[in-house]
């Protein structure tokens, strides 16, 4: 039977995982629409985009590591897994809104 942290471990990891899922089926989307755009303009965000993919590397690459770490551990890394969601999530807002 699952200790209460690892309950708590598990669950944060599914919610984490879930948002990430979230941002980057919405990050699929918006780039399918910025195909449609007009060459010089996509050129621009194209390179946004690739910026987004980036930060969405890092937040996948830090949802592994977290799942990786020690149950004596990974309380110390969600306020680091938070920074790198959030960053994502604020790019991404920034970029829809440029869009």
Not at 28 to 50: F, G, W
Not at 88 to 99: A, V
């Amino acid at each position: 039977m699952p200790t209460k942290t690892q309950t708590q471990r598990e669950e944060y990891t599914a919610k984490m995982k879930l948002q990430l899922d979230e941002l980057n089926a919405k990050m699929n989307a918006l780039e399918a629409k910025t195909k449609e755009a007009k060459a010089d303009a996509r050129e621009k965000y194209e390179a946004e985009m690739a910026k987004l993919r980036h930060q969405s590397e890092l937040a996948v690459a830090k949802l592994k590591e977290f799942k990786a770490a020690g149950d004596d551990t990974w309380e110390k890394m969600v306020d680091e897994m938070e920074k790198v969601r959030d960053a994502f999530t604020s790019s991404f807002h920034y970029f829809q809104s440029k869009f």
